[in-house]
């Protein structure tokens, strides 16, 4: 039972454009998803994240989006730059408890020059 | 910054052999775990530790052990190395109350 779902194995967009980044879960009772960027042959590095009692979060270039009654989030890009190519995460996790991280499959972002 | 070393990079070993993966984080986190990354499967748990000498099982616990002696040290143990466990090991740690995961640059083993 996959409880992260990240159903777009890759995904290209024109330099400058908007990249999207989906993911769907199951579990509504995740207190934080979090966006993991990873290069290869590295660790994943952390983007950002989200509590479960927000819809919106931004970091300069990056907005992740929650859509509780859809139990959908995703990552917006905006401008996307060639750096950007990476293997995108998302997860989730619960605070309390015994602190399980559930990761999604990823999704490879490749921004064209 | 929050630092999570990994002692190699990459590792060649032979069916059979035991295999020692270390990790040290140098913030005093209370958790930590170690992740294998494998492509089209994401990251999955092997196994993760919340305070000294304790342990609880993830997704794929089989054929690994754990050992967590000092707060800042979470070994990965292969007991005997098989070739489905080549993969990308991930180690990562957390505070307590912090939904960050820091993870290290993770080893790539390859068992032949």
């Known amino acids: 039972d996959q409880q992260v779902k990240q159903n777009s194995p890759s995904l290209s967009v024109q330099e400058g454009r908007i990249s999207i980044l989906n993911c769907d879960y199951t579990n509504s009772m995740f207190d934080y998803f979090l966006w993991y960027k990873k290069y290869p042959a590295e660790g994943p590095t952390f983007l950002i994240s989200?509590?479960?009692?927000?819809d919106k979060n931004e970091d300069g270039r990056f907005t992740v989006f929650l859509n509780k009654s859809a139990k959908h989030l995703s990552l917006h890009i905006v401008p996307s730059q060639p750096g950007d190519s990476a293997v995108y995460f998302c997860?989730?996790?619960?605070?309390?408890?015994?602190?399980?991280?559930?990761f999604g499959t990823g999704t490879r972002l490749k921004v064209l020059a | 910054d929050v630092k999570v070393t990994q002692s190699s990079r990459y590792l060649v070993k032979r069916t059979g052999e035991k295999v020692f993966l270390e990790c040290v984080q140098d913030m005093d986190h209370e958790n930590m775990f170690w992740y294998r990354q494998d492509p089209g499967l994401g990251l999955r748990l092997i196994y993760f530790?919340?305070?000294?000498?304790?342990?609880e099982k993830g997704d794929i616990p089989e054929g690994y052990s754990v050992s967590r002696e000092k707060k800042e040290r979470f070994s990965l143990i292969l007991e005997s190395a098989s070739t489905n466990q080549t993969s990308m090991y991930l180690c990562a740690s957390s505070a307590l109350g912090d939904e960050k995961l820091f993870f290290g640059s993770g080893t790539q083993l390859s068992v032949l």
């Open positions: 989200i509590s479960s009692i927000k």
């Open positions: 530790s919340y305070d000294v000498k304790m342990k």
């Open positions: 997860a989730a996790m619960q605070l309390s408890g015994t602190y399980k991280y559930i």
